[in-house]
């Protein structure tokens, strides 16, 4: 009992101090991919790359701790991290103090719905996302992940729009107009850093030396250059008059925040008190509110694009002040270009950030975040709670197909339901420790079994490690350039990207295929909305598997060259005449039942000397009482057209169904047979009296002949 509460118990049955020190050398290996993915995959998500590594100090102990898998290795993981900048894009800015904490949130819904699966026992829930589908969300993601990071590879910076398609043709036509060279530069470096040594020896840790080298390049030549300045230091009238323009616009929006949440109050004391007219009012007022909001964004969005297409040239001033002159008018080639820093919030006039070198991560807040529960809002809850659920089954089923991997090459004993209860539980206390939702990670696993981990301390001595950075070296993190987070992140995608499986998916079933590649087409489509791309996928499954239902095979058997009684239209073999065998594929049951009637008569109409049909019940798995009720119907039908009917192969729960319903009765003990073959063999000589066919199929290899005319 105390090994199932608490699974890391079992893992100091048989530990020694040698078991002990592989832990900690693969638990700080681990940590090294860590602590540099997990800053690149929190920008990802929307959010300060500190909070990655907020996010990679208490949920990969957690998961370990309680997780039945002892090498896989928790944490921020790149499609998770999508889905939740795709999940919270509707509801706040990304970065903000209110798009935090709807992360936070997030992490905790997340993990009560992993947490409630796995006590439930209902790990099997994931079977609803096939394969087909995963993998064509997976490729989709992967494309669109690499893509979301050409602007901070390019050293640009765009509004999204509404499609991400839209936000690329933004990016592209940003960077033709200008491209932050030494970005560009940072960015190419860190992935010929990471390839090379990985194609040396993937066991060193490229990306952790890349982005040493980066940090140490970026100190030696000052990659960050930014100043700030008075607006009386930009010579330039029409830069002013957009400075001016644009935090007017601005402003407005607030200010009808304000008066749309005063109306909305009005509104729901009009609906109380039932009042009609003020409530008709009220909406009239609020659409009115809601139409100047989205104008003035608009505004603001025009104003911002305009402001970063401005590119200055910083002139020293008699007191050694920069004033910036637009390029166009600066004499000869200036040593460098700078550009006014527009966010989503007002300018600040006397104080604007100018850049004239590289993005960084920053200054990081040292130390560990405050312990506390998320502040949990019931209509916010619920909003995302669908979001929830696809993150939910996407970062389980990414974690459990991990766990399955290493468990086939360990040999551990693997419980998808534990699995789901160490994950639940590493989100909600990882929300409590400030995380963003997370699930087992495919590369950090890898290293974390290539380092020969015994036991899941080697995830809790990462975790350690995690919080040794916190406390003491985030200094050393600050001019790390953001195209090399950028960078990593396109590495790491790479390896999501899976064409094979679209092939794979085709052979097997051409469905299976089709599926794979809308979803993927999908996906693409409707990015930023992911979880359409994923819904038409998984409606698109559910819709084959019922109609497959509905409609499953009904084939005539008759004899093959290997004396097997096998489909006679699949192997181009002759029926015989007198006795049909079918065999239906499928349980049958209320959808499929009137299907199975149509087949019997259809054989009945086309085969005038049919005198028996047995039917093949070795397919039918179960039955319920409308397959029962048309079984009936059908024998009734064919002996009252003088064809007998017999049943082959009936299993143990169809034969209960019949001796409850009598149906047994109504057949014969004579008619059941547990054989195909003692059933050809009871009713072959009589159906075959008087007959005139020399060789009969059902005995004997019958092969159809064509003739061809001359």
């Not at 819904?109 to 996302?129: E, P, T």
């Not at 100018?354 to 130390?367: L, T």
């Not at 195209?483 to 990207?497: N, R």
């Not at 209960?656 to 047994?664: A, D, N, Q, S």
């Amino acid at each position: 009992m105390l090994t199932r509460i608490f699974p890391f118990l079992s893992w100091f049955s048989d530990y020694t101090m040698e078991s002990l020190r592989i832990d900690v050398l693969a638990g700080l290996t681990v940590a090294l991919v860590l602590i540099p993915q997990s800053m690149a995959y929190a920008q990802l998500a929307g959010l300060p790359p500190y909070y990655g590594l907020y996010a990679a100090f208490l949920p990969p102990m957690i998961a370990a701790l309680f997780g039945s898998s002892r090498q896989l290795a928790t944490g921020p993981v790149a499609v998770v991290s999508l889905m939740t900048a795709a999940s919270l894009a509707p509801l706040a800015t990304a970065g903000s103090e209110g798009y935090i904490a709807y992360a936070i949130l997030l992490a905790l819904v997340v993990g009560v719905f992993q947490l409630l699966l796995g006590l439930l026992r209902l790990g099997l829930v994931v079977n609803f996302l096939s394969h087909p589908v995963v993998n064509g969300f997976t490729n989709a993601a992967a494309l669109i992940i690499a893509s979301s990071q050409f602007s901070k590879l390019f050293g640009v910076s765009v509004d999204n729009a509404e499609h991400h398609y839209e936000t690329i043709i933004r990016v592209v036509e940003s960077a033709m107009h200008y491209t932050h060279w030494p970005t560009l530069f940072m960015g190419v470096l860190a992935f010929a850093i990471m390839f090379a040594l990985r194609r040396i020896n993937p066991k060193i840790p490229n990306v952790l030396i890349a982005v040493a080298v980066a940090i140490l390049l970026s100190w030696a030549i000052g990659f960050q250059q930014d100043k700030t300045v008075d607006i009386s230091g930009i010579q330039s009238p029409a830069a002013v008059e957009r400075i001016e323009d644009f935090n007017a616009s601005v402003s407005a929006i607030p200010e009808l925040s304000e008066e749309r949440t005063k109306i909305q109050t009005k509104l729901e004391a009009a609906k109380k008190a039932g009042d009609t007219l003020a409530v008709l009012n009220a909406q009239h007022d609020l659409e009115i509110i809601n139409l100047r909001m989205e104008e003035f964004k608009h505004q603001a969005h025009v104003y911002r694009t305009e402001l970063r297409e401005f590119l200055f040239a910083g002139i020293p001033d008699p007191e050694n002040q920069l004033r910036f002159v637009p390029l166009e008018k600066a004499a000869g080639e200036p040593d460098q270009v700078w550009r006014i820093k527009v966010g989503n919030s007002s300018l600040d006039t006397d104080n604007l950030l100018m850049m004239g070198g590289g993005a960084v991560v920053g200054s990081i807040p040292q130390g560990l975040p405050s312990l506390s529960m998320p502040k949990i809002n019931l209509g916010v809850f619920l909003q995302l709670f669908p979001y929830a659920v696809i993150i939910s089954l996407l970062g389980f089923m990414e974690a459990i197909s991990i766990a399955k991997a290493m468990a086939a090459k360990t040999g551990q004993r693997l419980d998808p339901d534990q699995e789901l209860i160490g994950q639940g539980l590493a989100n909600i206390l990882g929300s409590m420790g400030k995380s963003y939702p997370v699930s087992g990670s495919f590369s950090r696993s890898a290293v974390n079994l290539q380092a020969g981990a015994i036991s899941g301390l080697s995830s809790v001595f990462t975790a350690v490690t995690v919080v040794i950075v916190l406390l003491f070296f985030t200094p050393l993190l600050f001019h790390l350039p953001q195209a090399v987070l950028a960078a990593v992140i396109m590495m790491a995608v790479i390896g999501l990207i899976n064409v094979k499986g679209f092939i794979h998916a085709w052979r097997a079933q051409w469905y299976d295929g089709a599926i794979s590649i809308i979803t993927f087409v999908a996906t693409l489509a409707f990015a930023p909305h992911l979880d359409k791309g994923i819904m038409v996928g998984v409606v698109l499954s559910l819709a084959v598997f019922l109609y497959k239902s509905m409609r499953p095979r009904v084939v005539s058997l008759s004899r093959h060259e290997d004396e097997a009684l096998r489909s006679s239209f699949d192997h181009q073999l002759a029926e015989c005449r007198y006795v049909d065998l079918v065999r239906f594929d499928g349980p049958l049951f209320f959808a499929n039942a009137s299907y199975l009637e149509d087949k019997i008569n259809e054989r009945i109409r086309d085969k005038k000397d049919l005198k028996h049909i047995i039917i093949a019940a070795n397919g039918i798995s179960d039955m319920d009482a409308s397959g029962e009720e048309s079984l009936s119907l059908l024998i009734d039908r064919c002996r009252s057209a003088g064809i007998d009917i017999s049943l082959s192969g009936v299993n143990e729960a169809v034969n209960k169904v019949l001796k409850r319903t009598h149906l047994l009765e109504k057949v014969g003990s004579d008619y059941i047979f547990p054989t195909m073959e003692r059933a050809i063999c009871a009713v072959h000589d009589d159906a075959h009296r008087g007959g005139l066919e020399k060789q009969c199929p059902l005995t004997t290899v019958c092969r159809i002949t064509y003739e061809v005319e001359n």
